[in-house]
């Protein structure tokens, strides 16, 4: 997906569109999963992991050569669209997956969350690159091409290293609606704090290639740009895999947040190419830490046989915010100046602030 969004963004910027169709395209990134995100619970608890993760292969592929045959604004819109879809039902499948096994073998959740994660900041980081370096070089049909290699490769190489297909079920799959999980303590905190936390992700996406882009940065300066935040998020993950168990959910997630908030009120200011990507770096070492931990947080305070539900919930949210917030940094960039979207997303964090005071009994990362 990371290769299909960074491509779909620079070709708009080529064609002449202006931020407010970046936003747009953004937002329907995030529309599939939003839609998609308590069904794909469902079919996480029901399924497993394979009958999911091999219909969002299908989906990917779809959104990824629609684009490559006809590249065209409607075309842009299925792929968006597709590829959304695809990660929303895989990345729920996958998340419920690590929640289970966790479970059964008694291990951290949180550090193997952050093994699992490693995953999409490499896909963040190589896909940034390879997508410039085909563009600046061959063409954006190249660029588009090697999107529609990447799902079905993934699963196929998640396929040929599996070992059971389906963990044992040790409890029936809940009837009762995602919904009614909201009753649970700590559950709206959590996911308020996340909304927000992957907004501002969503809002360093917007601007690196749209300021770059006025800047006159090529298409390669721009794919650094977004690789340095990457592997900055790939770096931290790391980090909490070695060190698991030393710091709260609370602790975490306000440090994230404190440093997120500072950098986005800069970062637009920073100067040239290192600049930018110092400000990415600090931006991916804060942002790369809540997956991990919001994950495990989640699977904690949920009841194990509807760990796929709380997933899906998550994922509804996270999106349903994702769908409204790029069209509006759209807007809010062409009136008040690039930057608008960063400082809105500061803003919005010391807002959201005293959320995380319902964290102070969260255990850190124990076992799901």
Do not use: C
Not at 7 to 22: C, D, F, I, N
Not at 235 to 244: A, E, G, K
Not at 268 to 281: D, E, I, N, Y
């Amino acid at each position: 997906m990371a290769t299909t969004r960074v491509t779909t963004t620079l070709w708009l910027l080529a064609q002449g569109q202006g931020e407010v169709m970046v936003g747009v395209l953004l937002a329907l990134v995030a529309l599939a999963p939003a839609l998609l995100g308590a069904a794909a619970g469902a079919w996480a608890d029901r399924y497993g992991l394979w009958k999911p993760t091999w219909m969002a292969a299908v989906l990917s592929l779809i959104g990824s050569a629609a684009p490559l045959l006809w590249p065209s604004l409607p075309t842009l819109v299925l792929g968006a669209i597709g590829t959304g879809g695809a990660i929303a039902i895989a990345a729920v499948a996958i998340q419920r997956e690590v929640a289970q096994r966790a479970l059964v073998q008694g291990v951290s959740s949180q550090r193997m969350y952050s093994w699992v994660a490693l995953g999409p900041a490499l896909s963040n980081t190589v896909s940034p690159l390879v997508a410039g370096a085909l563009i600046d070089h061959h063409s954006h049909a190249a660029a588009f091409a090697a999107a529609v290699l990447m799902a079905p490769l993934g699963v196929l190489l998640l396929h040929a290293h599996r070992r059971d297909p389906r963990p044992p079920q040790t409890h029936r799959v809940s009837t009762r609606p995602a919904w009614d999980l909201l009753r649970l303590p700590r559950l709206l905190p959590l996911l308020l704090i996340n909304i927000m936390l992957a907004a501002a992700w969503d809002a360093h996406a917007f601007v690196v290639p749209v300021l770059g882009h006025a800047r006159g940065y090529s298409a390669s300066t721009i794919g650094v740009i977004l690789a340095s935040f990457a592997i900055a998020a790939a770096v931290v993950r790391l980090l909490i895999i070695r060190f698991s168990g030393r710091w709260s959910a609370q602790g975490t997630l306000r440090s994230a947040m404190a440093v997120t908030a500072g950098v986005s009120l800069v970062y637009v200011w920073l100067p040239g190419v290192a600049g930018l990507m110092l400000g990415s770096t600090l931006l991916g070492l804060a942002l790369g830490s809540v997956q991990p931990t919001i994950l495990s947080s989640l699977t904690q305070a949920t009841p194990s046989p509807r760990h796929g539900q709380v997933l899906g919930l998550r994922m509804l949210a996270t999106n349903g915010a994702s769908v409204t917030l790029p069209m509006g940094f759209g807007v809010l960039a062409g009136v008040a100046g690039v930057g608008g979207p960063l400082w809105l997303m500061a803003g919005l964090l010391l807002a959201v602030w005293p959320a995380t005071r319902a964290l102070a009994h969260s255990n850190g990362p124990e076992a799901s």
